[in-house]
């Protein structure tokens, strides 16, 4: 689809992060199973659980703009999946690979953190206000999630790998 119009771009940005969120559903439960902090799977197993809301938000914002509820293939997103997927399957030493799911992990918020950001802004412009409270709802969550892995990596998961 050629993105002509600001309202265009929210539209294909929306599509995009919706399949962003998808491909986590997928990802999060790999990555929680093989974490080895109680800590981190715990981290993982409820970013899952806020990641489902999260896309019933979107579903709900295109249900709210009369828009289909499908997905734009996510590069972005394929990309962080896989670089994920190839540290499981590489790092050996289990410790090491906590951080390195958490290091995984932070890339993929720090990309939801951008779109959800970003969509908020267009929102605001394009004044759909039901659209702005959804999508700052989840951006909070992005923000707290990365938040929670910092303060793992910081406080246990970083020093464990070191040691």
Do not use: W
């Not at 990555?31 to 981290?43: I, P, Q, R, Y």
């Not at 970013?47 to 293939?73: C, N, P, S, W, Y």
């Not at 412009?125 to 039901?130: A, F, V």
């Amino acid at each position: 689809m050629a993105v002509t119009t600001l309202n265009e771009l929210f539209i294909d940005e929306l599509r995009d992060i919706y399949h962003a969120e998808k491909q986590l559903l997928k990802a999060l439960p790999k990555m929680a199973k093989h974490a080895t902090d109680d800590k981190l799977k715990a981290a993982f197993t409820e970013h899952l659980e806020a990641t489902e809301g999260q896309v019933d938000r979107l579903e709900t914002i295109f249900e709210d703009l009369d828009l289909a509820k499908r997905g734009k293939r996510c590069e972005a997103m394929a990309g962080l999946v896989e670089e994920g997927r190839e540290m499981m399957d590489e790092v050996k030493n289990p410790q090491v690979l906590d951080a390195a799911l958490i290091t995984a992990a932070q890339k993929v918020e720090h990309y939801e953190i951008a779109s959800y950001g970003s969509l908020v802004a267009l929102a605001k412009l394009l004044k759909h206000q039901s659209a702005v409270k959804h999508l700052e709802a989840t951006l909070k969550e992005e923000r707290k999630a990365d938040e929670l892995l910092t303060d793992l990596a910081n406080s246990r998961i970083n020093e464990k790998a070191a040691a």
